[in-house]
């Protein structure tokens, strides 16, 4: 699972990420975010997303499917590949509200320890779904399996796009999204770096580049 993640690429440097990313302009029009280091579920994060044009913009960190009548349940904060495409919560969102979510790094805890795992080259980009419900646009973040060499972490993964992956994710049919269901290659995971940090990170009210250390 994801429950934690960093994001301190912002600013102009996170336009032209995306946009080498994706091979194609981007528009942020609510602007970029300011670095986060602990970003939990429910806050704010930002999100990839095909409108008119390519769209950078602010999202809830938990989804709000179009049926949904109040915030109440538990954040829909991660959504299993396994289920995705056919599950109330996510299957609609699946069939045409795909998007990218851009991370640093995200956190994860074994034996009461959290890690940071980040690609130490850039940034990843998660598969994400989004919705309006509420009035309000969410998202969530597509997990799978884990896989060697970071299995013994989490026996969760959060769904990270090959560079050849994004196109199909964000723009293919249905048919051709379910072809990712999949965790991401071994070999891209072998280029991920995993080290102990700072206990605070498990406190949302510490949000600084310290919890890094």
Not at 9 to 21: N, Q, V
Not at 31 to 49: D, M, S, W
Not at 110 to 118: G, I, L, T
Request: charged share 25%.
């Amino acid at each position: 699972m994801c429950g934690r993640f960093v994001l301190f690429t912002t600013g102009d440097s996170l336009i032209e990420a995306t946009e080498t990313a994706l091979g194609r302009s981007v528009v942020a029009p609510q602007g970029t975010p300011e670095p986060r280091y602990n970003l939990a579920p429910t806050q704010i994060i930002p999100i990839v997303r095909l409108g008119e044009e390519m769209l950078l913009e602010p999202a809830r960190w938990g989804l709000f499917p179009h049926w949904k009548k109040d915030d109440s349940g538990p954040p829909l904060f991660n959504a299993r590949g396994e289920t995705v495409a056919e599950k109330p919560s996510f299957r609609d969102a699946f069939k045409q509200q795909r998007c990218l979510i851009p991370l640093d790094g995200y956190y994860e805890w074994h034996e009461k320890k959290p890690y940071f795992v980040s690609l130490g080259d850039g940034l990843m980009w998660a598969a994400g779904l989004w919705s309006t419900g509420l009035d309000q646009l969410s998202t969530t973040m597509v997990t799978t399996e884990s896989v060697e060499p970071i299995a013994w972490l989490h026996n969760r993964l959060p769904r990270f796009l090959e560079q050849g992956e994004i196109d199909q994710w964000l723009f293919g049919s249905p048919e051709d999204a379910k072809e990712l269901l999949h965790p991401v290659s071994q070999e891209w995971v072998k280029r991920l770096s995993v080290r102990e940090v700072s206990s605070d990170v498990g406190n949302v009210r510490n949000d600084h580049v310290g919890l890094l250390d």
